[in-house]
């Protein structure tokens, strides 16, 4: 069989000292040769020494750019015989090639679809008016960025190993002292495991507790993305109302009588969707009925930062009984960076790391290693104060503009990034005219485990800096 070897190089030449490295001159020069067809699949390219004659590159300038075009798809490397070029792919059908500017509800509206459509690639004409992460101007990425610098010039092999089943010793070092500020007896050996972020937290609860059939109770409106995770262990949930101080105490006591609940699972402060925070006389309460029915009470601290101060902590009260607090940095740090924890008494955390290490082995050290070199760097209490800042003007600006809207606030939010807001009408149908001119909302039925009809909104506070936004949102309530 008869091989193509390619013909010299272009006319290309290298530029020195230009924006583009040496590198990715070679490599996009190649790139370009093939696109265009004038390097057809199958031909050889020229040998490393060759290349490196033509161009006027050392040889491991050509190297790495053979290693880019092979990483890209276009040239393959066979052992002993050079580079070749690859047969091309087939293109994208223009069904397949389309990114619809629709966000095409189904027929009914439900968790996944308003999951999808919040990390779907933005477009043009998209406005996350119900999304639940804060902008990246409004956080501090130079400073995640600088402690990623940081890291990857101190660790080096390190970071090929697995690192610990618990996490990283100096972030669980760094996690107990400061919830031991806050009065929760968090030993860094016994009472910690890290997580990727909260809901992987909240996973490993549910896998140890729940059982297919056991009763979980959880409030009503809350998270929604814990009710599907808890349904697909095939927990029967059981919603427990929640007010501005807390849950209903009167039909929680009546329903852990009546379900006998393995789980309650509880938003303390900064309340999704509601921002409200637990109440001192609530804290106790619920603790009350937790040994009462004996039922384990899992706190979701995912928003607690955002709380101006002196908030009740469950497992503060607790002292780690019969109480897992789940918590993390991706709101407030960056939400690519995946690091939660979980605090609980030893023998609960023995057995969830158990299955930590049965799940997926260890956590990736890394970013436990990026958010340890924030924590210790003293940059980050001023952080939070300044995205708090943020938060509480956006909020104030979004109550303002929701209310000469026509819409009403029940209860205002104490704090965090969050609206919970009257319509006055079926929030799905609402959301689902706003999706078809581009507008995300977040009807209040998926807030609920019943997923009962609602006329309440949840409206991220970040919408503030959306071009366009209220006249968008006034059209769909005049629709």
Same mark, same amino acid.
């Given at each position: 069989?008869?091989?193509?070897?390619?013909?010299?190089?272009?006319?290309?030449?290298?530029? $020195?000292?230009?924006?583009?490295? /040496?590198?990715?001159?070679?490599? !996009?020069?190649?790139?370009?040769? +093939?696109?265009?067809?004038?390097?057809?699949?199958?031909?050889?390219?020229?040998? +490393?020494?060759?290349?490196?004659?033509?161009?006027?590159?050392?040889?491991?300038?050509?190297?790495?750019?053979?290693?880019?075009?092979?990483?890209?798809?276009?040239?393959?490397?066979?052992?002993?015989?050079?580079?070749?070029?690859?047969?091309?792919?087939?293109?994208?059908?223009?069904?397949?090639?389309?990114?619809?500017?629709?966000? #095409?509800?189904?027929?009914?509206?439900?968790?996944?679809?308003?999951?999808?459509?919040?990390?779907?690639?933005?477009?043009?004409?998209? =406005?996350?008016?119900?999304?639940?992460?804060?902008?990246?101007?409004?956080?501090?990425?130079? =400073?995640?960025?600088?402690?990623?610098?940081?890291?990857?010039?101190?660790?080096?092999?390190?970071?090929?190993?697995?690192?610990?089943?618990?996490?990283?010793?100096?972030?669980?070092?760094?996690?107990?002292?400061?919830?031991?500020?806050?009065?929760?007896?968090?030993?860094?050996?016994?009472?910690?495991?890290?997580?990727? &972020?909260?809901?992987?937290?909240?996973?490993?609860?549910?896998?140890?507790?729940?059982?297919?059939?056991? @009763?979980?109770?959880?409030?009503?409106?809350?998270?929604?993305?814990?009710?599907?995770?808890?349904?697909?262990?095939? @927990?029967?949930?059981?919603?427990?109302?929640?007010?501005?101080?807390?849950?209903?105490?009167?039909? /929680?006591?009546?329903?852990?009588?009546?379900?006998?609940?393995?789980?309650?699972?509880?938003?303390?402060?900064?309340?999704?969707?509601?921002?409200?925070?637990?109440?001192?006389?609530?804290?106790?309460?619920?603790?009350?009925?937790?040994? $009462?029915?004996?039922?384990?009470?899992?706190?979701?601290?995912?928003? &607690?930062?955002?709380?101006?101060?002196?908030?009740?902590?469950?497992?503060?009260?607790?002292?780690?009984?019969?109480?897992?607090?789940?918590?993390?940095?991706?709101?407030?740090?960056?939400?690519?960076?995946?690091?939660?924890?979980?605090?609980?008494?030893?023998?609960?955390?023995?057995?969830?790391? !158990?299955?930590?290490?049965?799940?997926?082995?260890?956590?990736?050290?890394?970013?436990?290693?990026?958010?340890?070199?924030?924590?210790?760097?003293?940059?980050?209490?001023?952080?939070?104060?300044?995205?708090?800042?943020?938060?509480? #003007?956006?909020?104030?600006?979004?109550?303002?503009? /929701?209310?000469?809207?026509?819409?009403?606030?029940?209860?205002?939010?104490?704090?965090?990034?969050?609206?919970?807001?009257?319509?006055?009408?079926?929030?799905?149908?609402?959301?689902?005219?706003?999706?078809?001119?581009?507008?995300?909302?977040?009807?209040?039925?998926?807030?609920?485990?019943?997923?009962?009809?609602?006329?309440?909104?949840?409206?991220?506070?970040?919408?503030?800096?959306?071009?366009?936004?209220?006249?968008?949102?006034?059209?769909?309530?005049?629709?």
């Amino acid at each position: 069989m008869t091989v193509e070897i390619s013909p010299p190089t272009s006319n290309w030449r290298p530029v $020195r000292q230009a924006d583009a490295t /040496l590198v990715a001159q070679l490599a !996009d020069d190649v790139a370009r040769r +093939i696109d265009d067809q004038g390097l057809r699949p199958g031909t050889r390219l020229p040998s +490393i020494r060759t290349m490196a004659e033509q161009t006027g590159v050392s040889r491991f300038t050509v190297v790495e750019a053979y290693d880019r075009l092979v990483a890209r798809g276009l040239v393959q490397s066979r052992r002993g015989a050079g580079f070749f070029v690859r047969a091309r792919r087939e293109p994208l059908s223009a069904e397949q090639a389309a990114k619809p500017d629709s966000l #095409a509800p189904p027929a009914r509206i439900d968790v996944t679809w308003l999951l999808r459509s919040m990390f779907r690639e933005p477009t043009t004409s998209s =406005m996350p008016g119900g999304a639940g992460l804060l902008p990246a101007d409004w956080l501090d990425p130079d =400073m995640v960025s600088a402690a990623v610098r940081a890291v990857g010039r101190s660790v080096r092999g390190n970071l090929v190993s697995y690192g610990s089943p618990q996490g990283y010793a100096p972030l669980r070092q760094q996690l107990a002292s400061r919830l031991q500020a806050e009065g929760v007896p968090a030993h860094p050996e016994h009472n910690l495991l890290t997580t990727n &972020g909260v809901t992987h937290g909240l996973d490993l609860v549910g896998r140890h507790f729940v059982q297919p059939g056991d @009763a979980v109770l959880v409030e009503d409106p809350a998270w929604f993305v814990i009710f599907g995770r808890l349904a697909a262990f095939g @927990a029967r949930l059981i919603g427990v109302p929640r007010g501005p101080d807390g849950p209903d105490l009167e039909q /929680l006591d009546r329903l852990a009588a009546l379900h006998k609940p393995r789980l309650f699972i509880t938003n303390t402060t900064v309340h999704n969707p509601t921002g409200h925070t637990l109440s001192a006389g609530a804290a106790y309460d619920i603790l009350r009925l937790a040994e $009462r029915h004996d039922f384990w009470v899992v706190e979701d601290d995912t928003y &607690g930062e955002l709380h101006p101060g002196g908030a009740v902590k469950l497992a503060s009260l607790d002292r780690l009984n019969r109480v897992i607090l789940a918590g993390g940095f991706s709101k407030m740090l960056a939400a690519s960076l995946r690091v939660g924890y979980l605090a609980a008494n030893a023998e609960v955390l023995r057995r969830l790391g !158990d299955l930590k290490m049965l799940a997926g082995l260890t956590t990736p050290e890394l970013g436990e290693r990026v958010v340890h070199r924030v924590l210790i760097e003293g940059q980050y209490r001023r952080h939070v104060e300044r995205v708090r800042a943020r938060v509480n #003007a956006a909020r104030e600006q979004c109550l303002a503009q /929701l209310t000469s809207l026509g819409m009403t606030v029940p209860h205002e939010p104490h704090a965090g990034m969050f609206v919970w807001a009257d319509c006055g009408r079926d929030a799905e149908v609402l959301a689902r005219t706003a999706a078809d001119r581009g507008l995300l909302l977040a009807p209040g039925s998926l807030f609920s485990p019943s997923q009962a009809p609602s006329t309440m909104l949840r409206f991220s506070v970040s919408m503030v800096d959306t071009p366009g936004i209220w006249p968008a949102l006034s059209a769909v309530l005049a629709a």
